[in-house]
T-cell receptor, first 115, second 115 residues
Framework: SAVISQKPSRDICQRGTSLTIQCQVD?????MFWYRQQPGQSLTLIAT?????????ESGFVIDKFPISRPNLTFSTLTVSNMSPEDSSIYLC????????????FGPGTRLTVL | GENVEQHPSTLSVQEGDSAVIKCTYS??????FPWYKQELGKRPQLIID?????GEKKDQRIAVTLNKTAKHFSLHITETQPEDSAVYFC??????????????FGTGTRLQVTL
């Protein structure tokens, strides 16, 4: 499987600020996704990061709140904007390798706490 | 959209016993069913997956069964060990040629293997 890293691994932020999370993969991948995992809960897909075009957002998630970039086949960012305590979660990126478009592998996650 | 239900939410077994976790899904178009294991503070790790052209798949102590007619699939862990203690998530998605699948996750099962 691909080696996936995320930065930062954790952060504590103030209400009203924004945080950008980076996801880096060691090889080119077909697809990249961003998930949210609230404390003690399951994983919820935020959006699919499309290379060279706008991300595809799931119901309940909007671009103004979670802008996403994917400038190439190995890198993506998720920004959590105008944060509130309800945004406190673990944010995970996942990737699907070229040639195996269904298997997804997860990054280590970013633990975000909003005060 | 797809809806995945998972039972039980918690499961406690004695070391050496078997554990079974069950999931049902709603979308008949779903044809890919992975299982992830998440240890505390760690990323979800793919442990086994099954596609709809297969009814059962085994990997050492882990097996998954799929009943497409009834829309349910199950994870079986035999000879459980303390290191099997974790949260297990099932997921479902359709496989579409040329794009990666969007996974819908179950709510998770916390497995505790006691000595």
């Amino acid at each position: 499987s691909a080696v996936i890293s995320q930065k930062p691994s954790r952060d504590i932020c103030q209400r009203g600020t924004s945080l950008t999370i980076q996801c880096q993969v060691d090889s080119q991948v077909t697809m990249m996704f961003w998930y949210r995992q609230q404390p003690g809960q399951s994983l919820t897909l935020i959006a699919t990061a499309n290379q060279g075009s706008e991300a595809t957002y799931e119901s309940g998630f909007v671009i103004d709140k979670f802008p996403i970039s994917r400038p190439n086949l190995t890198f993506s960012t998720l920004t959590v904007s105008n944060m509130s305590p309800e945004d406190s979660s673990i944010y995970l990126c996942s990737v699907s390798r070229q040639g195996n478009t269904d298997t997804q592998y997860f990054g280590p996650g970013t633990r975000l706490t909003v005060l | 959209g797809e809806n995945v239900e998972q039972h039980p939410s918690t499961l406690s077994v004695q070391e050496g016993d078997s554990a079974v976790i069950k999931c049902t899904y709603s979308d008949s178009a779903s044809n890919y069913f992975p299982w992830y294991k998440q240890e505390l503070g760690k990323r979800p790790q793919l442990i086994i997956d099954i596609r709809s052209n297969v009814g059962e798949k085994k990997d050492q102590r882990i097996a998954v069964t799929l009943n497409k007619t009834a829309k349910h699939f199950s994870l079986h862990i035999t000879e459980t060990q303390p290191e099997d203690s974790a949260v297990y998530f099932c997921a479902a998605s359709p496989i579409r040629t040329g794009t990666a699948s969007k996974l819908t996750f179950g709510t998770g099962t916390r497995l505790q293997v006691t000595l």
